[in-house]
């Protein structure tokens, strides 16, 4: 997987109403942003973690006059460590110290204990995990993003799948605004559980896979079919990530599995690249190193896709528009990363639509904070489960 810098893509293409009304979206319930709340709180700020997240947010804090009273880590963490100036202390500390404070969650996870942490903290005190944007530049979500993409996210909204992807679509947007958990653990769900509900699996895919990391959504679909399939493309720039993967597949002993060192975009053309060896890998104009890009549409050749993925870190609009042959042709299933641009919430869903009108599309919310793995299940009318 890699993230993507280098170009902005064009939003899908609208005609925009002049004169809109200055209307809320009905499903937002938040008035105040976490950037708002940090601003106007009189308790103590208090951040939990380290790290670029961390960064991010005592550089705000340092640019808006905003004092953050302490730094705390997992007691493993704590060591004597300094970070900024902080001598970072352990929970116990912070909460002998004061007896009120605003918690500030500084980092991200996957890890269920993790999470769990996270939950349970957000129970015992006000608790705050900002939404930043993962490339620089990028607008963020606020009021007036929200009243700016109005009508685009109000068409989405109503016509996603089911009642479910409009509590997570909401839910997503209201969390963006506040930091609040709440809003994400009341939406989470397993992936596995979701893709073996909503997508139906044969014996004969022909699965493309971007952003294919070390193997790991290969084996995920391996599992959906009980390792039967018909041809598996798999395509990773990252030349330490290509080499993981390559192992995992010789190791699994498969077959009729081509892999692609390359990127994927609209075209072929070669980018500038930052290989980090792990999935932060990024097309970045500053990158060191230059990588081979393609389409989809060049690579298949017109052949058949029953199942592509993309968690390609900030490229799935290029990739979906790289991929527009072969979505109108054979309409396949699709499981598309939606977070790693805002806007990508309503601009991915509208260019599917335009590229097949056929498909259902849902939204989930997979464990993790802040609101990353969140997903698009797009799947046609005639090839579903019954949802």
Request: glycine share 6%.
């Amino acid at each position: 997987m890699f993230e993507v810098a280098f170009q902005k893509a064009k939003p899908h293409a609208r005609i925009i109403k002049v004169e809109r009304r200055r209307i809320m979206l009905p499903f937002i319930k938040e008035t105040e942003t976490a950037w708002d709340r940090l601003k106007n709180t009189n308790k103590p700020i208090v951040l939990y973690g380290m790290g670029n997240g961390a960064d991010k947010i005592l550089d705000w804090c340092a640019a808006n006059g905003v004092k953050v009273a302490a730094i705390f880590a997992s007691d493993d963490f704590v060591r004597g460590q300094i970070f900024r100036g902080y001598k970072i202390c352990k929970y116990a500390d912070v909460v002998s110290q004061y007896q009120d404070f605003l918690l500030v969650i500084a980092f991200a996870s996957e890890s269920p204990a993790v999470l769990e942490h996270f939950f349970v903290l957000a129970k015992k005190h006000e608790t705050l995990a900002p939404h930043l944007p993962l490339f620089e530049g990028d607008e963020v979500v606020s009021l007036s993003w929200l009243e700016k993409y109005k009508e685009e996210l109000m068409e989405v909204y109503q016509k996603l799948a089911d009642e479910k992807s409009r509590e997570v679509f909401a839910a997503t947007l209201n969390y963006k605004l506040s930091g609040k958990l709440s809003y994400l653990e009341a939406i989470t769900t397993m992936r596995q559980e979701d893709c073996q509900q909503i997508f139906q699996f044969g014996m004969d895919e022909t699965f493309v896979d971007l952003g294919a990391y070390d193997g790991d959504t290969i084996k995920e679909f391996l599992n959906y079919t009980d390792s039967s399939y018909r041809e598996i493309v798999a395509l990773e720039p990252d030349s330490k990530n290509f080499k993981k993967l390559q192992r995992f597949v010789e190791e699994a002993g498969l077959e009729h599995v081509h892999l692609l060192n390359k990127g994927i975009w609209n075209e072929e053309r070669t980018l500038s690249f930052a290989a980090s060896g792990g999935r932060q890998s990024a097309l970045q104009s500053d990158g060191k190193v230059e990588v081979p890009v393609d389409s989809v549409d060049h690579i298949m050749q017109g052949k058949q896709v029953s199942y592509m993925k993309l968690d390609v870190e900030g490229a799935e609009f290029e990739a979906l528009n790289g991929a527009k042959e072969t979505i109108e042709r054979w309409a396949p299933k699709l499981f598309v990363a939606a977070y790693h641009r805002d806007v990508d919430l309503w601009r991915l869903p509208l260019l599917l639509w335009c590229l097949n009108k056929n498909y259902k599309i849902y939204l989930r919310k997979h464990p993790y904070v802040p609101a990353w793995e969140l997903n698009f299940l797009a799947v046609t009318k005639e090839d579903t489960r019954g949802q």
